[in-house]
């Protein structure tokens, strides 16, 4: 492996730094033959350090977001002799994340939103990356951390005002109760099956503004970046636009008389 040559692949400082950690992680691991982990990585990330992994044919990495459905993951990194382990599900990842249950007070139950959680965090000084999904109720709470951070969220979060009177536990990862999404069906005219189109339509803006979204590397498809706005999807496809939210691609209802589609897509609420 040579460092130096995959580091200048790197196309900014930011993917250089956090592809050449990622590289720390698995010298470490060669020899202290013990478990390394990430930082939560956003979809952008971790398809930078998954395309690495391929590139230098490392395979003894597992993606967890602490649950099934989770956006924001880490790659945990180990050593040959924990493969059977990692593999038959054996390993206890309560030992790298931790889960912490906020249960807001009867008089503030449904008056917050992920971004409240989110300013919280962020006003304590915990770094982002170290933070993974908040799942979000109108009871409360359920924050995913890096168990190193856990006691400091938790610390932290009891200090504010607006959280004072709430209640923390720390929870099992298995314990976490994992709402699905509400789904809203929308039909959209469009022109084609450009993931441009389909963008500008689900999120109400310009087919200009849906581009330079594309530019900036917010949007996904399967969790995969999508750096074109020529690029078409198809049925069953899942499209994460990052800061706008998620929806899947339906089937086409119709055609209008001008020869446009009409789209069905199941919006994540």
């Not at 200048?8 to 730094?17: F, G, I, M, P």
């Not at 965090?121 to 009871?139: A, N, P, Q, W, Y």
């Not at 990862?173 to 441009?196: A, G, Q």
């Amino acid at each position: 492996m040579n460092k130096q040559e995959i580091l200048t692949k790197c196309t900014n400082e930011e993917d250089r730094l956090l592809v050449s950690r990622l590289l720390d992680k698995i010298e470490f691991v060669n020899k202290r033959n013990t478990v390394e982990y990430t930082d939560f990585l956003d979809m952008r990330q971790r398809q930078i350090l998954e395309k690495v992994l391929y590139d230098i044919k490392w395979t003894n990495y597992i993606a967890t977001g602490g649950f099934g459905k989770a956006e924001r993951t880490i790659l945990v990194i180990y050593p040959l002799k924990l493969e059977e382990i990692i593999e038959k599900r054996k390993f206890d990842f309560n030992t790298i994340l931790g889960a912490i249950n906020l249960e807001l007070p009867n008089e503030l139950k449904g008056m917050y939103s992920h971004r409240d959680y989110l300013g919280g965090i962020i006003k304590i000084g915990m770094k982002r990356e170290k933070v993974g999904d908040i799942l979000t109720s109108k009871d409360g709470a359920q924050i995913i951390v890096l168990k190193e951070a856990e006691e400091y969220v938790i610390k932290g979060l009891q200090e504010l005002t607006r959280f004072s009177k709430a209640k923390f536990e720390k929870v099992k990862l298995e314990e976490l109760k994992v709402e699905e999404p509400k789904i809203k069906i929308l039909n959209i005219i469009i022109p084609s099956m450009r993931i441009d189109s389909i963008v500008s339509e689900v999120i109400r803006t310009s087919r200009a503004k849906a581009t330079n979204i594309i530019k900036e590397e917010r949007v996904f498809v399967n969790h995969e970046l999508v750096t074109k706005s020529s690029k078409e999807v198809k049925f069953g496809d899942m499209v994460t636009v990052r800061g706008k939210g998620r929806f899947e691609i339906g089937n086409i209802v119709n055609n209008t008389k001008k020869g446009n589609l009409v789209l069905e897509v199941k919006v994540s609420q």
